[in-house]
């Protein structure tokens, strides 16, 4: 078996500020921005708990985020509906008839 690592390239886009700020801490600790993600990436992979609280917390983040887009919209529908069931309900009290 051969003593060289194949490696994956991946390529992920972040905020410029985002990208500053973990470009100065890489910087300060002497260490490189591929360093840090593949010893984050490899210690998260091998379970380390600490990193799967993380990625969990950030999955639920993003269905709460979701949910909440959903909720909103069904709740717009909802609305809509039953401004259209007012709408109805007061041209049948007036006898005036509605479009549709």
Same mark, same amino acid.
């Given at each position: 078996?051969?003593?060289?690592?194949?490696k994956k390239s991946v390529h992920f886009n972040l905020l410029i500020e985002?990208?500053? &700020?973990? $470009?100065?801490?890489?910087?300060?600790?002497?260490?490189?921005?591929?360093? =840090?993600? +593949?010893?984050?990436? #490899?210690?998260?992979?091998?379970?380390?708990?600490?990193?799967?609280?993380?990625?969990?917390?950030?999955?639920?983040?993003?269905?709460?985020? &979701?949910? $909440?887009?959903?909720?909103?919209?069904?709740?717009?529908?909802?609305?809509? =509906?039953? +401004?259209?069931?007012? #709408?109805?309900?007061?041209?049948?009290?007036?006898?005036?008839?509605?479009?549709?």
């Amino acid at each position: 078996m051969s003593s060289l690592a194949t490696k994956k390239s991946v390529h992920f886009n972040l905020l410029i500020e985002t990208h500053a &700020e973990f $470009r100065v801490l890489t910087f300060r600790k002497k260490l490189s921005m591929q360093e =840090v993600v +593949e010893g984050l990436v #490899s210690r998260l992979v091998n379970g380390d708990p600490s990193l799967v609280k993380i990625i969990d917390q950030i999955a639920e983040n993003k269905y709460n985020k &979701e949910l $909440r887009k959903v909720m909103g919209t069904d709740a717009e529908t909802i609305f809509d =509906v039953i +401004e259209k069931y007012d #709408s109805l309900k007061e041209a049948e009290c007036s006898g005036k008839k509605t479009k549709d």
